[in-house]
């Protein structure tokens, strides 16, 4: 399949670090790395700036999704997303990074600046997570019927703290159970119209040249219907329609589900993105797949009933498929760094 210009971004060379460049071009380029980020509806709904050594994370209110997100909670988890790429990158380059929260009080829509230091040469580790960066996909598809390696699914398990909380589910009951909630949730959420008229707007043909949302591909559906999808999603509750092959997906092609929780606040919200993304990008290295589900943690019945039976303190915020994927997707559109970057901060 012959990729357009919407699909570039992906392309990153991570050898092509301007080692010999000024400081402002070497941080210009660690910032091809967060906007390969996830987000709601691939959405998209950051840009950034540089000023001097520091880099910030901005909200880009015309791309957040106002209605399926109210709250701003996936927003903010793709902005945790964005930070944590950028991280393992400044990491990989050799950069020291001190991370500053909100730094603008006039300014809210300044989610995060990192101040960037260089201290030591590029690692060259063959090993390293920002090579998991590129490849990294939200794979919807059938998993295998194989679990993960006990030392990988032990090492996320270690990741969780008393802050945020991670439950893998493998075990068939619970996953019954919890594949039920999650089924119950799309339809319940997809079942409100001015929902369905936002994601409208997101689903895209096989042949888009748009630069955000999900082509019909990235969806399993062939290139004729999805040049039909977004008319059929504004008028129609698939969801509905779809649940009993939705269920089976989650029941009998979903070896483990990943469940993050933490504080409901913004930055609950950060945090637990930026854990979603370490635990995506260590599962793309050992050659796995994840698919993020966000209606069962949105909408508030569900996801406390969830909460209540994994016996989380917190919300939880994040839930996602985890296995090894029968086939690999091809990417989703992106901006490329040029559209999303701040002109006049020097």
């Known amino acids: 399949m012959k ?6 971004p ?20 660690l910032l091809n790395f967060p906007i390969l980020a996830p987000s709601g509806h691939n959405s998209q709904p950051w840009s950034f700036s540089v000023e001097g050594n520091m880099a910030s994370i901005h909200v880009n209110e015309e791309r957040s999704l106002s209605y399926s997100d109210p709250k701003r909670r996936q927003l903010l988890i793709a902005m945790g997303c964005a930070l944590e790429n950028l991280l393992v990158a400044a ?9 500053r929260y909100f730094p603008n009080a006039s300014d809210h829509n300044v989610v995060v600046s990192v101040v960037l230091r ?3 040469p590029t690692q ?9 960066i590129p490849e990294r996909r939200t794979n919807r598809g059938k998993y295998e019927d194989r679990l993960p390696p006990e030392d990988f699914l032990k090492g996320i398990e270690k990741l969780s703290s008393a ?31 001015l929902f369905r008229e936002e994601l409208s707007h997101y689903i895209k043909s096989n042949f888009t040249k748009s630069k955000t949302g999900m082509p019909g591909f990235a969806l399993g559906v062939p290139a004729p219907i999805s040049l ?10 698939l969801s509905e329609k779809t649940r009993k092959q939705d269920e089976e997906v989650l029941k009998k092609f979903t070896p483990v589900f990943v469940v993050i929780s933490a504080a409901d606040d913004k930055m609950g919200h950060i945090q637990s993105g930026r854990l979603f993304e370490k635990i995506w990008l260590m599962a793309e ?27 989380f303190k917190h919300r939880p915020l994040i839930f996602s498929r985890l296995g090894y994927a029968e086939k690999k997707p091809h990417h989703s559109p992106r901006f490329n760094l040029e559209e999303v970057l701040n002109i006049g901060n020097e």
């Not at 893998?168 to 119209?193: P, T, W």
């Not at 039909?228 to 509750?237: D, E, F, G, P, T």
């Open 3 to 8: 990729k357009s210009k919407n699909y570039h």
């Open 10 to 29: 992906w392309n990153i060379d991570i050898a092509s670090f301007p080692e010999g460049g000024s400081l402002k071009e070497q941080i210009l380029f």
């Open 124 to 132: 060259g580790d063959l090993k390293h997570l920002i090579f998991s």
């Open 118 to 120: 260089r201290a030591r």
């Open 91 to 99: 990491d990989y380059y050799g950069f020291d990074s001190d991370v």
């Open 163 to 193: 802050s945020l909380g991670v439950a893998l589910i493998g075990d068939k009951n619970r996953k019954d159970k919890i594949a039920e909630i999650v089924s119950s949730a799309q339809v319940e959420v997809m079942e409100d119209i």
């Open 228 to 237: 039909i999808a977004s008319r059929l999603i504004k008028k129609v509750n």
């Open 285 to 311: 290295r050992r050659g796995m797949s994840m698919s993020p589900l966000a209606a069962a943690v949105q909408a508030n019945n569900h996801a406390k009933t969830l909460q209540e039976m994994l016996g």
